[in-house]
């Protein structure tokens, strides 16, 4: 299992600065050598300032795709989106041009569209350029929640699906997630949290365990060509 590369900020705005500029690199790398760009991102409260510094990176956002590690499947009007807060803070400005994948289908139960989900997903197509996960302090990322309904079917390093349906025992709402291949064969896999708490979960998670306790755990276990990024300020 290699150490992840550990990046340490003294404030949450240099951290959003520094990680803000090395994705607008390896976005404008993929856009020089390939013609385009693919950016996932995880929802949640971390990631906000980060976005605002991003969306204003000067790329060619319009050859660019983002889209979510997850969602919590509510339309985008539920205050709980996370497409919804992908607009409000990435997908203005200079990035409002980029061509935005997401999840939601007004269906109640996620079931009813994997199908659509996961050829939407495929057709993103080759491995995304940039991954940037949150972690909560169960030890989860993405929608992997700690022994979940569905989890198995996101880590198996096997499956082809690009989708998975997770239910969080602790949560109403059911997730719709990327799997464990569609993340861990990221050209840049980055780790963005911030705060004590999750730096404390970060190195339980780094001590032996079970995955399915901690799932980010899968991801530092990934059979990578590149190191694993960790963002972290107090
Ligand atoms: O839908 C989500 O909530 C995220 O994708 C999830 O994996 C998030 O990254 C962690 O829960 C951390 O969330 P915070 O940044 O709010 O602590």
């Not at 409000?88 to 999840?103: D, E, K, N, W, Y």
């Not at 799997?179 to 705060?195: C, K, N, S, V, W």
């Not at 339980?204 to 972290?232: Q, T």
Request: proline residues 6%; glycine residues 8%.
């Amino acid at each position: 299992m290699a150490e992840p590369a550990f990046h340490r900020y003294e404030t949450r705005e240099a951290l959003a600065e520094a990680l803000a500029a090395g994705v607008a690199a390896v976005l404008a790398g993929a856009i020089a050598t390939e013609g385009e760009a693919r950016l996932a991102v995880s929802g949640g409260s971390t990631p906000k300032l980060f976005f605002e510094k991003l969306s204003g990176a000067e790329i060619d956002w319009h050859e660019v795709t983002v889209t979510l590690v997850d969602e919590r499947w509510v339309p985008e009007e539920n205050a709980r989106s996370n497409a919804a807060m992908l607009r409000r803070h990435l997908l203005t400005g200079r990035a409002a041009a980029a061509h935005f994948v997401p999840f939601y289908e007004p269906s109640d139960m996620p079931e009813e569209v994997l199908d659509t989900l996961n050829d939407r997903f495929h057709r993103i197509g080759r491995n995304f350029d940039a991954v940037i996960l949150g972690m909560g302090n169960d030890g989860h990322t993405a929608s992997w929640f700690p022994h979940a309904p569905g989890l198995a079917g996101c880590l198996d390093p096997n499956t082809d699906d690009a989708v998975a349906i997770v239910h969080p025992l602790d949560q109403d709402e059911a997730r719709v997630t990327l799997t464990f291949p569609m993340i861990a064969d990221a050209r840049f896999l980055a780790i963005h949290i911030e705060g004590e708490e999750k730096l404390k979960t970060l190195e339980a998670a780094r001590a032996a365990g079970a995955v399915e306790a901690m799932p980010v755990r899968a991801v530092f276990g990934a059979a990578r060509p590149g190191p694993l990024d960790v963002f972290w300020a107090p």
